[in-house]
């Protein structure tokens, strides 16, 4: 079993920023995908970015457009999300989400099925 821990939400106004952070209980790179992904309450889970660990190769929801960018730390076994200009529309709740297969690269790397580990959550509130 993997140990996910996420932290960094908050409520912020439109045009906001934050930086969402995951710890990883194990090495991060012991991985082979490692994603966020968000819940807005009675919409299914959405995977926002996703990074390929060793290869370094990175995926993003193609409604972003550059807003949010993710990003690994393999000393201090971490993952982030840093995002940018947030909007109403991006509140909900943000879950760090880990591979242990290389199931993300078949069913694809945003997709809820492809992750055998996730964390509790952590939640952003966007606001007027």
Request: negative net charge; aromatic residues 10%; glycine residues 12%.
């Amino acid at each position: 079993q993997v140990r996910l821990v996420e932290s960094g939400g908050g409520s912020v106004q439109t045009g906001g920023s934050l930086t969402l952070s995951c710890v990883f209980d194990g090495y991060i790179n012991n991985r082979d995908f490692v994603a966020w992904f968000r819940q807005i309450p009675g919409n299914e889970r959405e995977g926002v970015a996703a990074i390929e660990t060793r290869r370094s190769n990175k995926y993003y929801v193609d409604s972003l457009n550059g807003q949010f960018t993710i990003s690994q730390d393999n000393i201090a076994n971490m993952l982030y999300l840093q995002m940018n200009n947030l909007v109403s529309e991006d509140t909900g709740m943000y879950y760090c989400a880990a591979a242990d297969t290389r199931a993300p690269s078949h069913v694809g790397p945003l997709r809820v099925g492809g992750y055998d580990y996730w964390g509790q959550g952590t939640q952003v509130t966007v606001s007027a």
